[in-house]
T-cell receptor, first 115, second 110 residues
């Protein structure tokens, strides 16, 4: 069964450093997402991406965050200068369509620890 | 805010059926009801979704009330591996993003 894959599974970084989290969405999917979950809290939407553009972003997704689809298969989340409060599990997700009936499939997550 | 309400936690005995309820009183006519579960330290896993009719797949069944203001996820025989947080979600009608609530933490007793 096709799946969303994410790397790395766990990364520890120094505060202020740049981090890139990578994702390979399901191959025929057109819509891509990043969500995050701080330990013990809800899963929160960060950004959605379609046709090489951000289609929606949350207030969490400030100028320190960026997303890119550098080639036909990868989808990346970059945090330019990490803060302690960026420590969280980051989930990449993808869907074929956008409407209410389209299912979003999530990856296993990348656990980011900022020290 | 999430447009669904679920009990914070439920318990079930192993190999017994589990009925996980969800209220979505503000659901619109075109909203699909999606269910996911999240095992510890893993990503949300798709379970099932439906619009009006009851739905079955290999993981679970989804029973949708006639007025669509509530639904119930049914696990026919709970196993220890079904212990997880179960989320009932409606996609936001404007942005189509998922808005997660706190879900129902299911504990399965051996």
């Amino acid at each position: 069964e096709p799946e969303v894959t994410q790397t790395p599974s766990h990364q520890v970084t120094q505060m202020g450093q740049e981090v890139i989290l990578r994702c390979v969405p399901i191959s025929n999917h057109l819509y891509f997402y990043w969500y995050r979950q701080i330990l013990g809290q809800k899963v929160e939407f960060l950004v959605s991406f379609y046709n090489n553009e951000i289609s929606e972003k949350s207030e969490i997704f400030d100028d320190q965050f960026s997303v890119e689809r550098p080639d036909g298969s990868n989808f990346t989340l970059k945090i330019r200068s990490t803060k302690l409060e960026d420590s969280a599990m980051y989930f990449c997700a993808s869907s074929f369509g956008e409407g209410s009936g389209n299912t979003i499939y999530f990856g296993e997550g990348s656990w980011l620890t900022v020290v | 805010d999430a447009k669904t309400t679920q009990p914070n936690s439920m318990e079930s005995n192993e190999e017994e059926p589990v009925h996980l309820p969800c209220n979505h009183s503000t659901i619109s006519g075109t909203d699909y009801i999606h269910w996911y579960r999240q095992l510890p330290s893993q990503g949300p896993e798709y379970v099932i979704h439906g619009l009006t009719s009851n739905v079955n797949n290999r993981m679970a069944s989804l029973a949708i009330a006639e007025d669509r203001k509530s639904s119930t996820l049914i696990l026919h025989r709970a196993t220890l591996r079904d212990a997880a947080v179960y989320y009932c979600i409606l996609r936001d009608v404007v942005t189509y993003k998922y808005i997660f609530g706190t879900g129902t933490r299911l504990k399965v007793l051996a």
